[in-house]
């Protein structure tokens, strides 16, 4: 996305600079005149060459302009579908989940990805459905989902593969 950072330099500098949106990791910044001084001290200043090294974002994998993240989801979400928020490096937005969406789904949000080098073109961001079961249900309901369980797994068994999972 871009942004200011603060670099100090080998020399003790330190520095404001522009991060362009779109930059990719290794690119090479040149700041004129941001430099050394010049050896005999009567030269104007050189350019400051600044490396950059983008460090993994918490959410968002980039892939070229497309950005890959999982989408948690609660299993009533994803039994039932609907609308669920997912996170864009916009703010979130509202996403229509399909009836019976199975972990491993994958929902493209067009336009919602990375700017390129030159801040035109944007990619995809594509949202991996993660079904997510709670830590703690209150004992009553533990109970029921329980017992349907069971029951589910009595009448109607079967062993999920990897090609039975839609994409």
């Known amino acids: 996305r871009g942004g200011k950072q603060r670099v100090t330099m080998p020399n003790g ?12 990791d290794g690119q090479t910044l040149r700041l004129k005149g941001q430099g050394s001084a010049s050896p005999t001290g009567r030269g104007a200043h050189g350019d400051a060459l600044v490396e950059l090294h983008l460090k993994a974002h918490p959410i968002f994998r ?8 999982d989408l948690f989801v609660s299993l009533p979400d994803a039994f039932l579908g609907g609308k669920v928020q997912a996170p864009t490096p916009d703010g979130p937005v509202s996403v229509s989940l399909a009836k019976g969406s199975n972990s491993g789904a994958i929902l493209r949000l067009k336009g919602r990805g990375a700017f390129d080098a030159k801040g035109i073109e944007r990619g995809d961001l594509f949202a991996h459905v993660v079904i997510a079961l709670p830590d703690k249900l209150p004992d009553d309901l533990q109970a029921e989902l329980t017992d349907l369980a069971t029951r589910w797994r009595e009448k109607a068994p079967y062993v999920p593969s990897v090609t039975s999972r839609k994409r």
């Open 13 to 24: 500098k330190t520095l404001d600079i522009d991060v362009p949106e779109g930059t990719t």
């Open 62 to 69: 980039l892939d070229g302009n497309d950005l890959h993240m």
